[in-house]
């Protein structure tokens, strides 16, 4: 069964350190993996979508890794506005571009 | 690039009426679009997924009967709530995957509607 698990549930952080959230997965054929940030009462924003192994990505003080099992998503000398909650999705290779998604990740910055 | 309109961003009706949301790709040409509904403080739930000019496909559990997605060009889809209930009321977001392009894998979220339903 296709599954997505993201962690921690939340994670509060000072302002400047530095850290990652995971998220881990199981799909048969991994179309891509994606992030978003989702504030409240807003729709999700894109940040970052990975196709494979090995790859990375950057956008300002956040970095994306993926491997076979798991994505991290590190976040480099945090600010207040980074607050927020992340979420992670899998699209499975035999999906109509469906995602499977995970509960996501509540991050508080703290200043 | 790659902006989803939603429209309202809030609602509130009464219960027995009915309620049309708009979901619009402003800069591309979206093959196919989705509606989710999400809970507090819980992620994201699909309910449908429209392809231009096809039917929507509902996912488990959701009437289609209820929600009714029209997906009439290649920028519009909308999402009518029949005869809204109080337990319809949530927060309803809609995405969208570019036709063409980078990223086409890709779903880009409008802003959500609020929805309640005295």
């Known amino acids: 069964e296709d599954q997505v698990t993201q962690s921690p549930e939340a994670l509060r952080l000072q302002e400047g350190e530095s850290s990652s959230l995971n998220c881990s997965y199981t799909?048969?054929?991994?179309?891509?993996l994606f992030w978003y940030r989702q504030d409240p009462g807003k729709g999700p924003e894109f940040l970052f979508t990975l196709y494979s192994a090995g790859e990375e990505k950057e956008k300002e003080r956040l970095k994306a890794t993926l491997t076979k099992k798991e994505s991290f998503l590190h976040i480099t000398a945090p600010k207040p506005e980074d607050s927020a909650t992340y979420l992670c999705?899998?699209?499975?290779?035999?999906?109509?571009?469906?995602?499977?998604w995970g509960a996501g990740t509540k991050l508080i910055i703290k200043p | 690039g790659a902006v989803v309109s939603q429209h309202p961003s809030w609602v509130i009706c009464k219960s027995g009426t009915s309620v049309k949301i708009e979901c619009r790709s402003l800069d591309f040409q979206a093959t196919t679009m989705f509606w989710y509904r999400q809970f507090p403080k819980q992620s994201l739930m699909l309910m449908a997924t429209?392809?231009?000019?096809?039917?929507?496909?509902?996912e488990q559990g959701v009437e289609k009967d209820k929600f009714l997605i029209n997906h009439a060009s290649l920028t519009l889809s909308t999402l009518t709530v029949t005869s809204a209930h109080p337990e319809d009321s949530s927060f309803y977001i809609c995405s969208a995957r570019p036709r063409t392009g980078g990223g086409t894998d890709t779903q880009y979220f409008g802003p959500g509607t609020r929805l309640t339903v005295l």
């Open positions: 999705a899998v699209g499975p290779r035999d999906s109509n571009y469906q995602l499977i």
């Open positions: 429209s392809n231009e000019g096809s039917k929507a496909t509902y």
């Open positions: 799909v048969s054929g991994l179309r891509g």
